[in-house]
């Protein structure tokens, strides 16, 4: 596949991604709006509020909110994102991921498959945290893990020593170690440093990655 043929690929599938996204909000019940995520601290109304905030919010006003944390990229997202989930209703929320489903948005030096990465890992926070069983297409889950590069998997800070993981329905590995077996969206979501219930992942080492682990 040429460059651009694997551009189209990845553009594709954003737009199948936020269109799936968009049909599953819909179902939600008004208390699920309200429940948590696999993002802490953060419920199903911050996360929406999140992935839709750079179709709400020009280029000059993302630089501004950004001086105002004082150049975090984190504090400024969790800032917006408790704006705009505590003065837009779940319908409005809607409504602006489903109007934008086409949108070009692509984070800073990540490209199309930045966009793709950011959706599909906020889209399971959303259904893992609400225990939906939603199943993001492995070849689209392929595609997120094979624009992962070191930078990005140190950006999350997760401790993968001695960690092997390896997918269960895709030919895709990572590390060396003992192994963790588990989905391929499951262990993008370990990468990412989140804590996915115990019954989703299997081997020796999978209680590091577990809720239980973090409650304990």
């Known amino acids: 596949m040429t460059e651009d043929g694997l551009q189209d690929a990845v553009v594709a599938e954003v737009v199948a ?3 799936e996204q968009a049909d599953l909000l819909a179902t939600l019940r008004p208390e699920q709006w309200d429940a948590p995520t696999l993002c802490d601290g ?4 911050e996360v929406v509020a999140h992935t839709t905030l750079p179709y709400r919010t020009s280029l000059g006003r993302t630089v501004v909110e950004l001086v105002k944390a004082r ?3 984190n504090r400024m997202a969790d800032r917006c994102a408790r704006r705009d989930a505590a003065r837009l209703p779940p319908a409005r929320l809607l409504a602006s991921l489903r109007d934008n489903i086409a949108h070009p948005w692509t984070p800073p030096g990540g490209g199309v498959h930045g966009a793709l990465s950011h959706d599909v890992i906020h889209g399971l926070d959303i259904t893992v945290g609400l225990g939906l069983d939603r199943r993001v297409p492995p070849e689209r889950v392929a595609m997120v893990l094979a624009g992962m590069r ?3 998997i140190a950006f999350f800070g997760t401790d993968l020593t001695g960690v092997a993981l390896r997918a269960t329905d895709l030919d895709w590995s990572h590390g060396t170690g003992a192994p963790v077996w588990g989905l391929a969206q499951d262990l993008l979501l370990v990468i990412c440093g989140r804590r996915l219930p115990a019954s989703r992942l299997t081997g020796e080492p999978a209680s590091r990655f577990s809720l239980e682990s973090r409650r304990r």
């Open 17 to 19: 991604e936020r269109a």
């Open 42 to 45: 953060w419920r199903v109304r």
């Open 71 to 73: 150049g975090d990229f």
């Open 150 to 152: 070191p930078k990005n």
